[in-house]
């Protein structure tokens, strides 16, 4: 594994930052729908409740993008990894070849899709009860308390 992370590190640095910012994405909807409410029920101008629901648009938008280009390079990184050169397949019989595509390979693609969640799964859960509690408050802390159970 540690020879992939040597040869790896600058794109699995890209995608740690592709994943770190579609995930901190996902919570700019919710709060931009609280704006959007608060607009509805104010008095203020018709552009300012065109720039929330342009910037939910945007947002979502850019959500997918990145989740589409973090896909691709999981893919690009794992396809990569199994491209061999002639004299490294000479080297290896056809029963090692077979089994470096199908056991090795899918412990690379399984190490970098949940190496990512590892990190960015308590980041979320963080932000989630930040943003809970300034909706509910204290009675956060009931529905934390249930789930942790």
Not at 13 to 18: E, G, P, S, Y
Not at 55 to 58: I, L, P, R, V
């Given at each position: 594994m540690r020879p992939l992370l040597r040869t790896f590190s600058l794109e699995l640095?890209?995608?740690?930052?592709?994943k770190l910012t579609a995930s901190v994405l996902t919570f700019v909807n919710p709060l931009i729908l609280d704006m959007l409410i608060g607009y509805v029920?104010?008095?203020d101008p018709i552009w300012k409740g065109l720039l929330f629901a342009f910037?939910?648009?945007?947002s979502s938008m850019v959500e997918s993008l990145l989740n589409g280009q973090y896909d691709y390079l999981i893919n690009a990184v794992y396809q990569k990894a199994l491209k061999l050169s002639s004299t490294a397949r000479g080297q290896f019989t056809t029963g090692e070849i077979v089994n470096l595509m199908s056991v090795d390979t899918q412990r690379v693609m399984d190490y970098m899709q949940v190496f990512n969640l590892l990190w960015v799964t308590p980041l979320l859960i963080g932000i989630a009860i930040y943003l809970l509690w300034g909706q509910l408050g204290v009675a956060t802390m009931g529905g934390v308390g249930v789930m942790l159970l």
């Open positions: 640095v890209l995608i740690a930052l592709l029920n104010s008095e910037t939910m648009f945007f």
